[in-house]
């Protein structure tokens, strides 16, 4: 999944020199261990054998004039899914408008920076972040980093992490409603829809692994 990731980034992007990392996805199945829905990535480059390398950027937060500016007009994981397919690893039928919104980022500097509307399920996922990361953190006995963006060996494409674990692992953290919460317990797997976005960051970082995290505040219902 994460080289069918690189060949259509590359394919949006028509970036040439993206060395690919060979991925092999490996999901813990106990709903109590933390670390269930964690993916592997071997994070070689297949071309040289060296560790794919990649820019960390840590002096401005996420959704800043600056994160703005360096995430413009680039491929980036939250949105592999409109190159990808989760399942079948086939292009998106999203492929060709995402390009042109990428297009009109670089034209535009403005245009990505538009007000979205964010429901109430979206506003309650975004505050409750912070608490999920800390119990990431707590459960593991591990320092969450936080950083603005990470950027591709080739810098033609990133991703914006939810925290970074050392310097061989990082976080995806989604806290849905209830109901949905529930249902990725149920079936203790990477959900499809997370898959590209999971992916890509093990391909944009090297990373050895990422961790999937589901956080509900509900009262003694267990995370992911």
């Not at 509307?117 to 990361?133: D, L």
């Not at 409603?177 to 391909?203: A, F, W």
């Amino acid at each position: 999944m994460t080289r069918s990731v690189c060949d259509a980034v590359r394919q949006v992007q028509g970036c040439r020199d993206v060395r690919r990392a060979r991925g092999l996805s490996q999901l813990v199945s106990s709903m109590h261990e933390p670390a269930a829905g964690r993916v592997h990535s071997e994070g070689i480059s297949a071309a040289s054998g060296e560790r794919l390398l990649m820019k960390i950027l840590t002096d401005f937060e996420q959704c800043s004039s600056e994160w703005w500016a360096i995430h413009r007009g680039l491929p980036t994981a939250s949105s592999f899914d409109r190159i990808i397919t989760p399942v079948k690893g086939e292009a998106s039928a999203g492929q060709v408008k995402y390009m042109d919104e990428l297009i009109a980022d670089m034209i535009c500097h403005k245009w990505s920076q538009e007000p979205e509307y964010t429901s109430i399920a979206m506003q309650n996922g975004i505050a409750c972040e912070p608490s999920a990361r800390a119990w990431y953190a707590f459960e593991n006995d591990v320092e969450v980093r936080e950083v603005g963006f990470c950027l591709s060996d080739c810098g033609r494409y990133g991703c914006s992490p939810d925290g970074l674990v050392g310097e061989v692992g990082g976080i995806e953290i989604k806290c849905p409603d209830l109901k949905t919460h529930i249902g990725y317990l149920r079936e203790g797997r990477l959900p499809n829809e997370y898959k590209c976005q999971v992916h890509g960051s093990l391909e944009v970082t090297g990373y050895a692994w990422w961790d999937f995290i589901s956080y509900s505040p509900a009262v003694e219902i267990p995370h992911l």
